[in-house]
């Protein structure tokens, strides 16, 4: 059983995503964004400086990325949290973006997204021709006639070609 500090913390934090409704209901009951949310609350419990949100959006539709996006950045600034999302995906999480630490190829670039998210950069870091192309706000990293983000990415037991 909670004491009131405890319950007093829990409360806080569901009202921080605005949650408290959700906890009342059944887990089962709930969608993937409003379980997020609800992950997202559990995360603040004691009052961390950092979060890590381990591909956060998967299995969201966009609707929900874009709320788990302005919630955890809200959170970022209202906490003066750091925050960071792993993620294979950059593009939903652009808007709440300030530096990208991208991996490939037993390599990293550090930087501003303008900075890393490049065709240089990309290049040198995946060893291949990369072409990284942005449209309406949207980053697209393409290798051959293949999406890197989506097939580059594959766990390695996945491939077919391994």
Same mark, same amino acid.
């Given at each position: 059983m909670l004491n009131k500090a405890d319950r007093r913390e829990v409360d806080w934090a569901l009202d921080m995503v605005?949650?408290?409704?959700l906890a009342r209901r059944?887990?089962?009951?709930?969608s993937g964004g409003e379980r997020q949310r609800l992950l997202l609350a559990q995360s603040l419990i004691g009052r961390p400086r950092l979060l890590l949100l381990d591909e956060p959006l998967i299995s969201l539709d966009p609707r929900h990325q874009q709320a788990v996006v302005a919630l955890a950045k809200s959170l970022q600034s209202e906490l003066k949290?750091?925050?960071?999302?792993?993620?294979?995906?950059?593009?939903?999480?652009?808007?709440?973006?300030?530096? !990208?630490?991208?991996?490939?190829?037993?390599?990293a670039a550090l930087?501003?997204?303008?900075? !890393?998210?490049?065709?240089?950069?990309?290049?040198?870091?995946?060893?291949?021709?990369?072409e990284v192309i942005e449209l309406h706000g949207r980053i697209f990293v393409m290798a051959g006639d293949q999406e890197v983000?989506?097939?580059?990415?594959?766990?390695?037991?996945?491939?077919?070609?391994v």
């Open positions: 605005g949650a408290r409704d059944p887990l089962a009951e709930t949290i750091t925050v960071l999302f792993s993620a294979h995906d950059v593009n939903p999480l652009l808007p709440a973006l300030d530096r !990208v630490l991208y991996l490939g190829g037993g390599q930087g501003k997204v303008d900075e !890393v998210i490049t065709s240089p950069v990309l290049s040198r870091l995946y060893g291949a021709a990369i983000g989506r097939d580059a990415h594959q766990h390695e037991a996945s491939r077919s070609d």
